[in-house]
């Protein structure tokens, strides 16, 4: 793994923890319709996608060898 994948993992198990507290917080302080509740969910769902995604990608680029493209036109 080379420094900017342990990089990009970092930041986004930051992003899914923080996301992740964005949700609980929300999800204990939602009242019905309040729109403030409602955004915090949202912004929440994201960044843990967010950092779900770049820590996936970053751990897919390292595990995966390189493309040979002569074996990859066949």
């Not at 198990?13 to 964005?22: D, E, M, R």
């Not at 999800?27 to 769902?45: D, E, F, Q, Y």
């Not at 779900?52 to 995966?64: D, E, R």
């Amino acid at each position: 793994m080379t420094g900017a994948n342990i990089l990009f993992v970092a930041v986004g198990a930051i992003a899914v923890l923080g996301g992740l507290a964005t949700l609980v917080t929300a999800l204990r302080r939602h009242r019905a319709n309040h729109p403030a509740g409602v955004a915090m969910l949202i912004g929440g769902m994201m960044v843990t996608a967010f950092g779900l995604l770049l820590t996936g990608f970053a751990i897919a680029y390292t595990a995966a060898g390189p493309l040979n493209s002569a074996e990859a036109v066949r």
